[in-house]
């Protein structure tokens, strides 16, 4: 009897010593699933990195400030430059004397700020041909303007499509408008940025039209960053219609869910765009900080961070 228990101690023990050895040699023995490799794609959107500048126009944000107070706000929150909108407080207009736009020119020069744009409310749809040829003067002068004071162009718009008149007509006009003032401001060494604006012309087919009849290289396309813009076909192919010739962008607050602003922001960088994305946005009473809390978050969404 003590024999036999010691002779099952025994070979129970060597049975459970072999049970990780015999494990091993099971598992090593079940065939192995080949290994998938993830397929090739295309890189991410932001492999390159971005040449954007991030700007703010005076519409709202900067509507009180003077010029010394615009620089010295955008220098704090690190905003490259400014759109100034005409009839706004920091008095850039054309009524400046030839000192006082060698003056701005100077100021904005020996700063960190670039004015990079004036912002004016010029359109070219009206049925009313006097009214039209008034505007395209205005224009012109405000073109001289931006050329005194160092800027590189003036932004105009369309701001909506006449009932009474038929609708390619109207884009027709918008379009021969810019022409003539592309190269109008092709002579002053600057651009014209007609901003993607109004009841039925912020529709891009629309832009596309007025763009093709322009088809000056000194005339391009302030994208505006609409809910029209994802109408239609949506977002990809609106912004493929004139991606080309965008030249200035105008950004809402960068949270509003409503508006795919990354997608915008990779659609740019795609095809090399280094100009201004001006920050149009609400007046607050903490400009400084929420401007630098607008940079961080334009920067997240570019993956430069």
Known sequence: MKSNRRQFISSTALGLASLPLLTSVAISAEPKAPVKKAPAGPLPSFAKKSRMKLGTVTYNLAMDWDIPTIIANCTEAK????????SHQHGVEVT????QRADVKKRFADS???LASLGSAFDYHTPDQAKLRKDIAATKEYIVLARDVGATGVKVR?????KEVP?????DQIGRSLRELGEFAQGHGQKLFLEIHGSGTSLLPHV????DVANHPAAGVCWNSNPTDLSGDGFDHNF????NKILTVHM??????DYPFRKLLAGLNGVGFTGFCFAEIPQSSDAVRLMKYYRSLWLAYQNLL
């Open 252 to 257: 809402r607050d960068l949270h509003l869910e």
């Open 208 to 211: 596309k039209t007025i763009m």
């Open 240 to 243: 493929n219609l004139v991606k």
């Open 167 to 171: 609708v390619e007509k109207t884009l």
């Open 79 to 86: 905003f490259d430059g400014v759109e100034l909108r005409t």
């Open 158 to 162: 369309p701001n909506g499509l006449p």
């Open 112 to 114: 960190p700020v670039a």
């Open 96 to 99: 400046l004397s030839a000192p």
